[in-house]
């Protein structure tokens, strides 16, 4: 017959924690335009709320580094680049519609 645990039991044990997933996230943009500007901020107050001390935003601004859009394969700006967690994702635009937001980051979960 299986045991089960009481709570006391349970309470007990030394709970081991995982460290929280970091989020990373690549923002491309082309200069300090309003859609960068608002598409930077849309994301931060989005990672606040969200992602709080879980997130790290990484600014490739491509006037500075065009070289740099190869390896992401950008074709538009502003994109956002969900590195990790896997699968990466990619969202276009100036990131202000926050449901599309969340659903393309697959944040839905955390939401």
């Known amino acids: 017959m299986p045991t089960t645990k009481t709570k006391t039991q349970a309470k007990g044990r030394k709970q081991t924690r995982h460290k929280p997933e970091v989020w990373k996230l690549r923002l491309y943009v082309a200069g300090q335009t309003p859609k960068s500007i608002s598409a930077f901020g849309n994301l931060k ?7 709080k001390g879980r997130y790290r935003i990484e600014v490739i601004d491509l006037l500075e580094n065009p070289q740099l859009a190869r390896g992401d394969q950008i074709i538009a700006i502003p994109t956002l680049v969900r590195k990790l ?10 990131l202000s519609n926050t449901t599309g937001l ?3 980051l ?6």
């Not at 967690?85 to 100036?94: A, H, L, S, T």
């Not at 697959?106 to 939401?111: G, N, P, V, Y």
């Open 102 to 104: 969340l659903v393309g």
């Open 106 to 111: 697959d944040l839905r979960k955390l939401a």
């Open 45 to 51: 107050v989005l990672c606040e709320e969200h992602l």
């Open 85 to 94: 967690p896997e699968p990466v994702r990619k969202i276009i635009g100036d």
